[in-house]
């Protein structure tokens, strides 16, 4: 959890450097040619995490993904260059009882047992592709950090997995529907790669100042 801290604290420092020198070295603009209006935009919505060690199998069987303890995200975003925005995700979630993780069942509170807690922190670069002030489709290519908590599953239930930290290459896509000129929408998808592999979805809102 120390470790997850300071990467968190890390991160908005730099991006917090990357912003004040941009704003620098360029005149100020209320508006740009790629649909970004702002310097800042934050997010805040929910998440679904799949760790079913089926890769892409199952990926419409909801035993594989977890929506548990606070399944929520919150996020922020800032103008880098042309088309370019560096993006920072802190998300939670649980696999609760009888949900599938690496290829086996939690053991969870139906047994007065502790569930999988999950908490990330993800950084990475998006990239717009359409010049559009509405609809804004992206790319996104990042790392982060995965915090897993302890569990029992129901193939070895004796067992006791504990706790561990997992870093990731992150790779994904999105798509931001702005509704005005400081609200929208956005729906995300990320495939994160390491010793554990999983698969994030979300949807929420933004707020663009």
Same mark, same amino acid.
């Given at each position: 959890? /120390? /470790? #997850?801290? !300071?990467?968190?604290? #890390?991160?908005?420092?730099?991006?917090?450097?990357?912003?004040?020198? $941009?704003?620098?070295?360029?005149?100020?603009? *209320?508006?740009?040619?790629?649909?970004?209006?702002?310097?800042?935009?934050?997010?805040?919505?929910? $998440? %679904?995490?799949? =760790?079913?060690?089926?890769?892409?199998?199952? !990926?419409?069987? +909801?035993?594989?993904?977890?929506?548990?303890?606070?399944?929520?995200?919150?996020?922020?975003? *800032?103008?880098?260059?042309? /088309?370019?925005?560096?993006?920072?995700?802190?998300?939670? =979630?649980?696999?609760?009882?009888?949900?599938?993780?690496?290829?086996?069942?939690?053991?969870?509170?139906?047994?007065? &047992?502790? =569930?999988?807690?999950? %908490? &990330?922190?993800?950084?990475?670069?998006?990239?717009?592709?359409? $010049?559009?002030?509405?609809?804004?489709?992206?790319?996104?290519?990042?790392?982060?950090?995965?915090?897993?908590?302890?569990?029992?599953?129901?193939?070895?239930?004796?067992?006791?997995?504990?706790?561990? *930290?997992?870093?990731?290459?992150?790779?994904?896509?999105?798509? $931001?529907?702005?509704? +005005?000129?400081?609200?929208? %929408?956005?729906? =995300?998808?990320?495939?994160?790669?390491? +010793?554990?592999?999983?698969?994030?979805?979300?949807?929420?809102?933004?707020?663009? #100042?």
């Amino acid at each position: 959890m /120390k /470790k #997850l801290i !300071l990467l968190l604290f #890390l991160c908005v420092l730099a991006i917090q450097t990357t912003s004040a020198q $941009n704003e620098q070295d360029s005149t100020e603009k *209320t508006s740009y040619d790629d649909g970004i209006e702002s310097q800042w935009i934050f997010g805040f919505g929910l $998440n %679904l995490t799949k =760790n079913s060690d089926s890769q892409f199998e199952g !990926l419409f069987n +909801s035993d594989n993904y977890a929506f548990g303890g606070v399944p929520i995200y919150i996020s922020a975003e *800032t103008k880098i260059a042309n /088309k370019w925005t560096a993006k920072a995700i802190l998300s939670s =979630n649980r696999w609760e009882d009888g949900k599938v993780y690496g290829g086996q069942t939690i053991l969870g509170s139906s047994e007065a &047992a502790p =569930n999988a807690d999950y %908490l &990330a922190f993800d950084i990475g670069a998006n990239y717009y592709f359409l $010049n559009s002030k509405k609809w804004m489709p992206y790319l996104s290519a990042g790392m982060g950090v995965s915090q897993f908590g302890d569990y029992y599953t129901q193939e070895n239930p004796s067992i006791l997995v504990k706790p561990g *930290t997992v870093f990731t290459i992150n790779l994904g896509l999105g798509l $931001n529907v702005w509704f +005005s000129d400081h609200w929208g %929408l956005n729906l =995300n998808t990320l495939g994160k790669w390491g +010793s554990e592999n999983l698969h994030q979805h979300s949807i929420g809102v933004l707020y663009q #100042l």
